[in-house]
């Protein structure tokens, strides 16, 4: 079955420097959310969209934007990257509304590092 | 506030053992869902199990088994004959109805030894 699909799985990025984070849902899944985690910690909610709007906003820095485009893939830009940055960034999709309503399924994920 | 204790954070049991893995949650939501998901060594997150807060009945799926009590906020896990391929990170997480985010328990990491 389709997954999500999260591009890059890996990337290394300098201080101050910008970077994409790509996410491809499930098909028919219209519904995305981010989340980030850092190095044994839990994951941390970043914002959501639903039908290309954003639907609710968690822990995301002023540095970093996302947007969901009209096949429904997300992206996520982060900007003036800090080492604190460093994490594991997964992307989630779901066919419903809300969180709740039917299971999240998660992406592999993308890594990224701050030198 | 919502919010997802896992007290266990680290547990070690040989193979072929039983294991339980704590839950307990806070809420005043009357409708919420419970979640576990399991992180491996390669880092993704599965799905493991979605249970709504109107649905006290416990669940089986093979080795694994859900004990959901409201009058305790619990939702326990258990893997019954564990294998060495259980070992991971497993979260239990909290979604209340009018809200999008996941809140995540600390996770428990689970090693099971051959």
């Known amino acids: 079955a389709a997954g999500v699909i999260q591009s890059p799985r890996h990337l290394i990025k300098e201080k101050r420097e910008t970077a994409t984070l790509k996410c491809y849902p499930i098909?028919?899944?219209?519904?995305v959310y981010w989340y980030q985690q850092g190095p044994g910690q839990d994951p941390q909610f970043l914002i959501s969209?639903?039908?290309?709007?954003?639907?609710d906003k968690g822990s995301i820095p002023d540095r970093f934007s996302a947007q969901q485009f009209s096949d429904y893939h997300s992206e996520l830009n982060m900007s003036s990257l800090e080492l604190g940055d460093s994490a594991l960034y997964f992307c989630a999709s779901s066919l419903a509304r809300r969180a709740g309503n039917s299971p999240l399924h998660f992406g592999n994920g993308t890594r990224l590092t701050v030198t | 506030a919502q919010k997802v204790t896992q007290a266990q954070t680290e547990i070690s049991v040989v193979e072929k053992e039983d294991v339980t893995l704590d839950c307990v949650y806070e809420?005043?939501?009357?409708?919420?869902?419970l979640f576990w998901y399991k992180q491996p060594p390669s880092g993704e997150l599965v799905f493991l199990i979605r249970r709504n807060s109107f649905d006290e009945q416990n669940e089986i799926s093979g080795r694994y088994s859900w004990n959901f009590q409201k009058s305790t906020s619990s939702f326990n896990f258990t893997i019954t004959a564990s294998q060495v391929v259980d070992s991971a990170v497993y979260f239990c997480a909290l979604i209340i109805n009018r809200d999008d985010k996941i809140i995540f328990g600390k996770g428990t990491r689970l090693h099971i030894l051959p």
């Open positions: 969209f639903y039908e290309k709007m954003q639907s």
């Open positions: 809420t005043r939501d009357t409708t919420y869902y």
């Open positions: 098909p028919r899944h219209d519904t």
